[in-house]
């Protein structure tokens, strides 16, 4: 496991999205109340862009079918709301854990 330097925590302001590829991974960190949550950004369902979803408190909504994950726990919390959906389920998804140093955002990446 790494843990990975960021940006400054200022390059997220609340309630805002910022994504990330590092190792790899293709990462989007979202600040809601404070608190950074890290997550795939792909959605796990058909690929939408949950860095472009509509986020809720600290969840986020897929904005290709409408799929809600929880941003704490990466939880679906609610599948695909289309026919998409029939053909292929959503799952969980990947979180990160993040912490702040110094005022930079670092995340926990598993190798
Ligand atoms: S791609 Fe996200 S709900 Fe379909």
Redesign the pocket.
């Known amino acids: 496991m790494s843990t990975l330097k960021l940006c400054s925590v200022s390059e997220i302001p609340d309630n805002d999205v910022k994504t990330f590829k590092i190792e790899n991974k293709d990462i989007a960190v979202f600040k809601v109340e404070g608190e950074f949550y890290a997550i795939d950004r792909l ?6 862009n ?1 860095a472009k979803g509509k986020l809720d408190g600290k969840t986020i909504k ?6 809600v994950f929880s941003l704490k726990t990466g939880e679906l919390l609610r599948p ?1 709301g289309t026919v ?2 029939w053909f292929k389920k ?1 799952k969980n998804t990947h979180i990160y854990k993040t912490s702040v140093k110094d005022d930079f955002l670092y995340v926990e990446i598993k190798e």
């Open positions: 959605c796990t369902h058909l690929k939408g949950l897929c904005p290709l079918h409408g799929s695909p998409a959906g959503a």
